[in-house]
């Protein structure tokens, strides 16, 4: 849904750019994670995850594309950052450690991130509460964050995994909050800027017009020769 927006508007607008990069670090982590020569039986976790970077890559392209140019660098520099997080990590963890270690290593990393991923949307939370306007998180956006992070949450228990429920356990909670802040202010419209502007201008204008009648004699000469007739009179 933010995409289409984004495509029919040709610009980013406020949206931020930083939850895909970081999402699609999530998934590439998680999918490296439950490859089996990581972690046995997680295949599962592998196949979603590797599902989800590719969606992610494809957003992350199509974001960088309609971005205006500064933050178009920042999402960049951002995003070969994570590519070459993953790397370090899958080619440390493939070369360096065997066994427990080994997925020791690839779960710490998972989790740190996918906390990562739950937190970037925080400085769209903090715009939220500035602006009290919801705009620019979308409801099934933030619907989709806490839904994500239960559905792992739960997996992760049943699993008996930490490396997957504690992350997502995380995010669950952040969902909540993102859906509570969604309804505080879905109604609220926020400051009309344009009667603002209006009457900032309406004021500059008036006082410009008193300032000119002060500076110009001429615009009071009308007014001096009725007082004078008035005298003579």
């Given amino acids: 849904i ?16 930083i939850p895909y990069v970081m ?22 976790v592998s196949t979603i995850n ?6 992610e890559v494809l957003y992350v392209v199509g ?49 740190v991130f996918s906390i990562t991923m739950y937190a970037s949307p925080l400085s769209i ?8 306007s919801v705009e620019y998180m979308p409801f099934f956006l933030s619907l989709f964050v ?7 949450f739960v997996f992760g228990l049943l699993g008996n995994d930490i490396f997957v429920f504690l992350p997502n356990g995380f995010g669950c909670g952040l969902g909540t909050a993102q859906l509570i802040l969604y309804f505080i202010y879905r109604n609220y419209k ?20 008193e300032k000119d009648a002060d500076r110009d004699p001429a ?6 020769m009725n007082k004078q007739a008035d005298e003579q009179v």
């Fill in 146 to 152: 806490f839904l994500c992070g239960t559905s792992w």
């Fill in 23 to 44: 999402t699609l670090l999530n998934c590439l982590l998680s999918a490296w994670y439950g490859l089996p020569f990581v972690s046995p039986n997680n295949m599962l």
């Fill in 63 to 111: 974001f960088l594309f309609y971005a205006p140019r500064k933050e178009k660098t920042k999402i960049f520099g951002l995003f070969m950052l994570v590519l070459t997080v993953f790397a370090t990590i899958a080619l440390v963890s493939l070369f360096a450690l065997h066994g427990n270690k080994r997925k020791l290593f690839c779960g710490v990393a998972a989790t």
């Fill in 125 to 132: 939370m903090r715009l939220v509460i500035k602006t009290k």
């Fill in 219 to 224: 615009k009071h000469q009308p007014d001096l």
């Fill in 190 to 209: 926020g400051e009309p800027k344009n009667k603002v502007h209006n009457y900032a201008g309406s004021m500059e204008t008036t006082g410009e017009t």
């Fill in 2 to 17: 933010t995409f289409v927006r984004i495509y029919k508007s040709k610009s980013t607008e406020k949206f931020s750019g």
């Fill in 50 to 55: 590797g599902t989800g970077a590719a969606i």
